[in-house]
């Protein structure tokens, strides 16, 4: 993959946010990396081995809810081979069973291609159980189950890739159309880690353009409807600081997304769709200099976010206004609740919010539910309890259908002691 | 690039047309291909550096008519960086210069991916004298410039590629709004190439899906307009023959097709949209063992045709009904009109063709332009008149750009001879 160099970023304490890079060539080749931009003009070329060594230490989490057996296969066609699949679904399980059609899907295609994944209902009371046994009270609602949410699926796969050993974890929405997305997804993930060179690195991904349906025709539309919003809103929170207007983030609600295990393991995550803009808010609480860091050793180096504009649509299911007026709210939420989020910022979050009927005068923005960090369980419990009452815990080994010796993704003598 | 296997193919003479198989994963990782099909179950592997070693050797001719820079851009992005691109453009010149936009598109993507390219337009005065020239005046319409036409601009890119010297040659359409389905598609052509293991193959592309507007919503259709009536036919024609009904042709129209330049150079290709479906009868022509065959290496090997069925969904503009129903009866035109057509299906496509009120009783098909194959031109003499005369002639040369020595995609005076 050919990446657009990126000449400029913004710190903020031991973050550093990098300006959005586009993606110039999606295969480049056998080129090899010469360690420096290309000579030719701003671009960098990261080589097939450099990808392939991020890839084979990859899981992909692949939150699902609800999707169609053929968007689904299409998803997993996409995903890089030597990338573990973990499918965390949130599908109905009555009156027909979804979810043992989407773990159906997932096994033939792992038969098919030799390859492995793990697969888990996010409503399973095994899990729940599981969870609890590790030490995450916090996870499980009124019902005993884990709760509803995205957050929550995206917490539950960074356990389970936290388990695998791997070192990397990116994150793929099922609800996409294209294969050749997910595809440039992956690889943008793999350059981005590759080219930002840090133990606790992010990549976030920009879509190049999202089609929709205007007047019977086709407008391929360049910002997202919630997007625009939240990016605006966490650039204000970093002009406040640095007192320069800023449009550096360009990826706060980025679903496409992803990060070495090792700083995954730090964050907490936000509940439902809070969660992909509460990451930057948690970096910049955690690493940004502001509040006392518990952490030493990331202040010492830094937490580089590579943001990475594709050259795919995107293309998906259209969820409606309502979706979209959840997720922006739920992202002003995080920012106001912040501690390291000043007055006067917290104070137009108020007056826009008041201005877009989303809260009456006199009101607080509702509090999201943020989690502890993943490091924080116990994973050989977790495992435990996975084995022994998820029922919809599921192991499909490539290994085994390729006629090796097995060796399922996560075996429990291997599951990685993580510090916390 | 992961195939599934294809178990089946029909015989006509020295031509073998595998059913169409399935692209099961876009990227198969560092796989080995152990040289049969995987032990798994039914799938075969394309490993990355047999991919590489035919996209090296690979030209892409992107036939173009009028699409925006953006769309241009996401489709170079998209084909593989070994192969190289030679654009054939027919679009308008004025008011604005909309090749002159397309060339510079061109030229800065080279530039910062260190590639290179040619392009030339169908219209331009130089590029007619030039093939006349070099001995094809059947090209040259009564204006005395090139005519217009896709299959006329996949002459002109085929005549190109041969004067490079490169093995193989792919097309593909310019109108793509994915870029990820344009990487496929190379991706496909390659494995395929690899695979058909003979100096005469070709690989054709049928698409996974194709979204069309339909109530407000999209829908992804399985099956072209006009590409169910032209295999329909096809098969009639080889069913014919057999004795008994097949379905196996599934690429009739295939725009996305790539084939040897062995086989290439010996086809006579047909002019405007005859050209896809009338390959299929070109081969059954020259080597379908019906009618005495000038080529009798060919006739001793085997042509194979791989279909490949794609992962992304074939996302273009609606260029509306009436370009499909001209492309539909330019397909059963050179059906109608081969010689080796039998005359019971003969019979039967005038009898669909009058209750389609595309023709009336006691009329005959209208018969399709087929020009001389590209073999028999005069390569030098053909590059020397597009070196002299044809000012929208350019080649962008890679390696200059990356302070490499120059080496332009052609050079006089390692143009091949080819033996007619």
């Given at each position: ?7 400029r ?7 550093r ?16 990396d ?18 392939r ?5 990859m899981?992909?989490?692949?939150p699902c809810m ?5 968007v ?5 066609s996409?995903?890089?081979h030597d ?6 679904s949130?599908?109905?399980?009555r009156p027909?069973?979804?979810?043992e ?14 390859r ?15 969870f ?10 009124e ?8 957050g929550e699926?995206m917490?539950?796969?960074?356990a389970?890739a ?7 974890l990116?994150?793929?929405?099922a609800d996409?159309?294209?294969p050749g ?14 080219l930002?060179?840090s133990?606790?690195s992010?990549?976030?991904i920009?879509?190049h ?5 205007r007047?019977g ?6 910002k997202g409807r ?12 970093l ?6 207007g800023t ?5 706060g ?17 936000a509940?439902?769709f ?12 955690q ?7 518990s952490d030493?050793?990331?202040m010492?180096?830094?937490?580089p ?16 206004e309502?979706?979209v ?10 920012i106001y ?7 006067s ?14 809260l009456?005068?006199?009101q607080?923005?509702?509090?999201e ?5 993943v490091?924080?369980l116990?994973?050989?419990l977790l495992?435990d ?5 998820a029922?919809?815990?599921?192991q499909?080994?490539?290994?085994a259908?390729?006629g090796?010796p097995p060796a399922p993704?996560?075996?429990r ?5 993580h510090?916390?």
């Amino acid at each position: 993959m050919r990446l657009a160099d990126s000449f400029r970023s913004e710190r903020f304490g031991a973050v550093r946010i990098q300006e959005l890079q586009r993606v110039i060539e999606l295969d480049s080749g056998a080129v090899h990396d010469t360690g420096q931009p290309s000579l030719s003009a701003g671009s960098r070329v990261v080589p097939p081995e450099a990808m392939r060594a991020v890839e084979s230490q990859m899981v992909i989490v692949v939150p699902c809810m609800n999707e169609t057996r053929s968007v689904i296969e299409g998803v997993l066609s996409g995903i890089p081979h030597d990338c573990l699949i973990v499918l965390v679904s949130n599908s109905d399980r009555r009156p027909v069973d979804r979810y043992e059609i989407e773990s159906q899907t997932l096994e033939q295609f792992c038969r098919l291609a030799g390859r492995s994944a793990v697969a888990v209902h996010q409503k399973d009371p095994g899990l729940a159980a599981a969870f609890k046994a590790a030490g995450m009270t916090e996870l499980i609602g009124e019902d005993g189950l884990v709760r509803n949410g995205k957050g929550e699926a995206m917490l539950i796969g960074m356990a389970v890739a936290a388990m695998t050993g791997r070192k990397y974890l990116g994150y793929v929405d099922a609800d996409n159309y294209v294969p050749g997305a997910v595809n440039e997804y992956c690889k943008a993930y793999a350059a981005g880690l590759y080219l930002a060179g840090s133990a606790y690195s992010m990549v976030r991904i920009s879509w190049h353009s999202k089609p929709k349906l205007r007047d019977g025709r086709l407008f391929f539309s360049r910002k997202g409807r919630s997007s625009q919003i939240t990016n605006e809103w966490l650039n204000k929170f970093l002009a406040e600081y640095s007192g320069f207007g800023t449009e550096v983030i360009a990826t706060g609600n980025a679903g496409e997304h992803a990060m070495t295990l090792e700083l995954g393991l730090k964050l907490r995550l936000a509940g439902g769709f809070a969660v992909e803009p509460y990451e930057y808010m948690d970096v910049f609480e955690q690493f940004g200099g502001v509040l006392e860091s518990s952490d030493a050793e990331v202040m010492a180096g830094s937490v580089p976010i590579l943001q990475i504009e594709t050259r795919n649509p995107h293309f998906h299911d259209n969820k409606g206004e309502e979706h979209v007026q959840g997720m922006r709210m739920q992202a002003l939420n995080v920012i106001y609740h912040s501690p390291v989020t000043l007055p006067s910022v917290r104070q137009a979050i108020v007056d826009f919010m008041i201005s877009q009927g989303a809260l009456q005068a006199g009101q607080e923005p509702p509090k999201e539910r943020v989690y502890p960090p993943v490091a924080s369980l116990d994973l050989e419990l977790l495992y435990d309890g996975l084995d022994a009452e998820a029922l919809s815990f599921r192991q499909f080994d490539g290994r085994a259908s390729n006629g090796l010796p097995p060796a399922p993704p996560i075996e429990r003598r291997a599951i990685p002691h993580h510090a916390i």
